[in-house]
């Protein structure tokens, strides 16, 4: 990989001044990515490098062996419109294209892929008819009903994968599909499924790994097998999860009220905290215990909390996904304000105090929020916020809005920038300094932006922090001190 034509940024210490910045290769969008070759190593001595079309494919996405000799590379294009799976002769570096896909918005790597069964046919999975379905050599296999999230791998003629109802992505399950076009689950219990495999063709060995709402962890075992045991310290909190689909768009959500408290209780209304995230690859509101114990945690401090997954979330289908094209805002914070207002049919919700927490992506939907809803949300927290997205890579960034050296417009679109001058809510930013996922640039730039439009808020710098807080003292007073601000901010009492 040679990286000198990626910028050179440089992630400073204000802390300690006398350290010297870090330099790091940062694609943001719309500037130069690293330059990739593919070689394969003779353990004797000596290198071949592989070829194809660098030019039209830079980015090489997967690289893996079939099970026999041939080498299968996944490469796609810039735009990530188009994307080849090609097959190599270790020996010569020679490729030849054995599968291609295309679409007008992108095309999305799926896990796992490409897979080959034992008589050579290609399996792929690919958007078809709405769906991300199993491909065998090319020809969809899987219903329009179902979404394939994941390949696990293949034995003989038989292919597993990760997959869940197209209109509930709050579980997912493990199946297999066999040559002879049947295909079965292998997972019931609703929850969230997942499984490798090893062993020989003739005597797989497939390992499921269960998460359920009822039961806090995860559970190991060998299919047909015994449960292995688990010595996992139990959460300290027992989330009491009530999972909904709200509206036409069945959005799912979470809806977690303090312990002891229910829907029918007649107790006082409850002051509303969203807890998202809310942007795509990843999901909140799943049948699973241990996702949903900090929003617990914060559900007993006297909030009734609601973590909804909308449009631009996965295993929706495809139209679902491609809600976000040139415009990462609209449709997610369009979809939580629904959610928020179905949810006050059935639950005591007080909509004059509503807050809002989330981070990385979570954090960009929290601070959009309180900017361009403040009708509706009354105070945030934005944790590690994307807030200008061409201060992001490149990879991520151009698959949803595009190169902006062509057009710029849904960057600006989906810019926190150019409405900072709209905040009227209380806002506190939360950054970790040496994040060089999503730099504290993206803090700052908001907050200069807020400032010269002489609109208060707060900021909390963490020191040698990236983007996530592994360091428990550090992620445990943060959660006070957002929980002190949202208390403050939305004219609650002190935490006790």
């Known amino acids: 990989m040679d990286t000198s034509p990626v910028s050179r940024w440089y992630i400073g210490d204000p802390a300690n001044p006398d350290r010297p910045a870090t330099e790091i290769r940062y694609p943001a969008a719309g500037s130069n990515n690293a330059k990739v070759t593919l070689h394969v190593l003779v353990l004797n001595g000596g290198s071949t490098e592989v070829t194809w079309d660098r030019d039209t494919y830079p980015y090489l996405a997967d690289v893996r062996w079939d099970g026999s000799e041939r080498l299968l590379l996944t490469v796609q294009s810039r735009d990530q419109r188009s994307l080849m799976v090609l097959e190599a002769d270790p020996r010569l570096g020679d490729t030849s294209p054995v599968a291609a896909d295309g679409d007008v918005a992108w095309v999305e790597l799926v896990p796992g892929t ?15 008819d709405g769906a991300r379905r199993l491909m065998v050599d090319g020809t969809p296999v899987t219903p329009v009903d179902q979404q394939v999230r994941a390949v696990i791998g293949s034995r003989g003629d038989t292919v597993y994968f990760t997959a869940n109802p197209i209109d509930d992505a709050t579980v997912q399950h493990v199946w297999r599909w066999c040559a002879d076009g049947t295909s079965s689950a292998l997972t019931d219990e609703p929850g969230v499924h997942n499984a490798v495999i090893g062993g020989p063709d003739d005597a797989p060995v497939i390992v499921l790994r269960t998460a359920v709402l009822s039961e806090p962890g995860s559970f190991t075992r060998v299919l047909d097998g015994p449960t292995i045991e688990s010595f996992a310290q139990r959460p300290l909190v027992t989330p009491n999860v009530r999972l909904h689909h709200y509206g036409e768009r069945r959005l799912a959500t979470a809806v977690l009220l303090p312990t002891g408290r229910s829907a029918d209780d007649g107790g006082p209304a409850l002051p509303v905290l969203l807890d998202p995230y809310g942007g795509p690859h990843a999901l909140r509101a799943v049948a699973a215990h241990n996702a949903h114990c900090t929003s617990q945690w914060f559900a007993d401090q006297g909030f009734a909390v609601l973590v909804t997954d909308g449009r631009g979330t996965p295993g929706r289908g495809s139209e679902w996904e491609r809600a976000v094209l040139h415009d990462l805002a609209t449709a997610p914070l369009d979809d939580l304000v629904d959610a928020l207002h179905a949810a006050a049919q059935e639950y005591p919700l007080d909509l004059t105090r509503v807050g809002i927490r989330g981070w990385s992506f979570g954090g960009y939907l929290a601070a959009l929020a309180v900017l361009r809803r403040p009708d509706v949300f009354h105070a945030a927290v934005a944790g590690a916020p994307v807030t200008e997205w061409r201060l992001y890579d490149t990879h991520y960034t151009e698959r949803y809005l595009g190169d902006p050296t062509v057009d710029a417009r849904p960057y600006a679109a989906s810019s926190l920038l150019p409405i900072a001058d709209e905040l009227t809510r209380p806002l506190l930013l939360v950054h970790g300094l040496a994040d060089d996922n999503v730099v504290a640039a993206h803090t700052l730039q908001l907050s200069n932006a807020l400032l010269a439009a002489g609109k208060p808020h707060e900021v909390l710098p ?18 006070l001190h957002q929980l002190e601000f949202l208390r403050r901010s939305l004219g609650l009492p002190p935490a006790k």
């Open 462 to 479: 963490l020191v040698g922090v990236t983007h996530m807080t592994p360091q428990e003292v550090v992620a445990e007073h943060l959660l």
């Open 114 to 128: 490409p897979a080959v069964l034992v008589d050579g046919q290609l399996i792929t999975a690919a958007d078809r």
